[in-house]
């Protein structure tokens, strides 16, 4: 898709969008998703930073009987960890709750990369989410019961060594989410140059990061 940078995005627009999307699993799993939708969210995901180029994302979409299929791959991961019956069982049924599945994984070329890989494609996932809010779409980015379980990674089709980053939801809902009480933004703003050892900084940071601001006496 297109490679040439945007220019003159509206940010009031795209903020609205961002703070629009919700962390939403009310969604009617007998209505299905088209293909060529969650193509175009896989494409939008696949837009993120990636800081040595491997482009370490990996999509496998679970629709139809391979939602129970998945589940099954979990379980079997979970059982060979002597979890507890009760997780394994709600793990067998657990993706049926929406009509699309989508497994995100990170693949690596070498160990050093995992952690920054990983990184990227976290961003990935939230590209993705917000592509679905964009679609109308609800979305839930759950965790793997298990990171790296064997099944599901040949059931994903991903290589040998993928980490599962996500397990994301899609789906149409029927109810909307109320938004979350967020903590307020703290910014730590540092103006000045480094300081000799001994001097005291011109800057002391306060409680609220405002440079200049001093710590309250102990």
């Known amino acids: 898709?297109?490679?040439?940078?945007?220019?003159?995005?509206?940010?009031?627009?795209?903020?609205h969008l961002a703070w629009s999307r919700r962390t939403n699993l009310q969604v009617d799993p007998d209505q299905p998703v088209a293909l060529e939708l969650i193509e175009a969210l896989c494409e939008v995901a696949r837009s993120?930073?990636?800081?040595?180029?491997t482009w370490p994302w990996r999509f496998a979409l679970f629709t139809g009987d391979g939602r129970a299929a998945l589940g099954h791959a979990f379980a079997t991961a979970l059982v060979a960890g002597n979890v507890e019956a009760?997780?394994?069982?709600?793990?067998?049924?657990k993706?049926?709750?929406?009509?699309a599945v989508l497994v995100v994984g990170s693949s690596s070329p070498e160990?050093?990369?995992?952690?920054?890989?990983g990184y990227a494609v976290a961003a990935a996932v939230q590209?993705?989410?917000?592509?679905?809010?964009?679609?109308?779409?609800?979305?839930?980015?759950?965790s793997p019961p298990v990171a790296d379980a064997p099944g599901v990674l040949a059931l994903a089709g991903f290589p040998e060594g993928t980490q599962v980053v996500a397990v994301v939801y899609i789906g149409w809902a029927i109810r909307d989410m109320e938004a979350p009480v967020r903590p307020p933004l703290v910014l730590h703003h540092v103006t000045t140059g480094p300081v000799e050892d001994g001097e005291a900084s011109p800057d002391l940071p306060g409680p609220a990061g405002q440079a200049g601001v001093a710590p309250p006496p102990a």
């Open 1 to 15: 898709m297109g490679d040439a940078p945007v220019v003159g995005l509206d940010l009031a627009a795209f903020e």
């Open 48 to 53: 993120a930073p990636n800081h040595k180029r």
């Open 86 to 93: 009760a997780r394994v069982a709600k793990s067998r049924v």
């Open 95 to 99: 993706y049926l709750r929406a009509p």
């Open 111 to 117: 160990p050093a990369r995992e952690l920054e890989d």
């Open 127 to 142: 590209n993705m989410l917000l592509a679905a809010t964009a679609a109308g779409l609800a979305s839930y980015w759950s």
